[in-house]
Nanobody, 122 residues
Framework: QVQLVESGGGSVQAGESLRLSCVAS????????MTWFRQAPGKEREGVAS???????SVAESMKGRFTISKDNAKNTLYLQMNSLKPEDTAMYYC????????????????WGQGTQVTVSS
C-alpha cells in the first residue's frame, strides 16, 4: 500500500508556471510507476506524464515541451513542472501509482492521491 498527497496547485495567468508535488508514503521502495493525471469538469481523466521506476518518462503529446515529470527517490516525491500554462490546462491534477504501470490508462492504477486544483485564466 502506498499513500499519495499532492500539493502545489493554484490559480495562475496564462503563460505562467506551476510545479506540482506528490509525496508518497507507506510501501514505496521506489518500485512504482508514478503518473500524473488530470480531469477537467465534464471530461474524462487523462494521462499527463509518467515516470517508471527506472526513470524513463512519457509525456502526453499535447503537453510535450511544456510539462516535465521528475522524481526525487530520496524524498519519495514526484514532481510535475508545468510551463507556459494555458486555460485548457485547468483541471484537477492527480498523482497515481502502480506496480506495473498502465500509462496512460487511469483504470490501470491502484493508488491515487486526493488531487490538487490548477486554474489558468486568460
Amino acid at each position: 500500500q502506498v499513500q499519495l498527497v499532492e500539493s502545489g496547485g493554484g490559480s495562475v495567468q496564462a503563460g505562467e508556471s506551476l510545479r506540482l508535488s506528490c509525496v508518497a508514503s507507506g510501501d514505496t521502495n521506489n518500485k512504482y510507476c508514478m503518473t500524473w493525471f488530470r480531469q477537467a469538469p465534464g471530461k474524462e481523466r487523462e494521462g499527463v506524464a509518467s515516470i517508471d521506476s527506472d526513470g524513463s518518462t512519457s509525456v502526453a503529446e499535447s503537453m510535450k515541451g511544456r510539462f516535465t515529470i521528475s522524481k526525487d527517490n530520496a524524498k519519495n516525491t514526484l514532481y510535475l513542472q508545468m510551463n507556459s500554462l494555458k486555460p485548457e490546462d485547468t483541471a484537477m491534477y492527480y498523482c497515481a501509482a502502480d506496480s506495473y504501470g498502465g500509462w496512460p490508462l487511469a483504470a490501470k492504477y491502484n493508488f491515487w492521491g486526493q488531487g490538487t486544483q490548477v486554474t489558468v485564466s486568460s
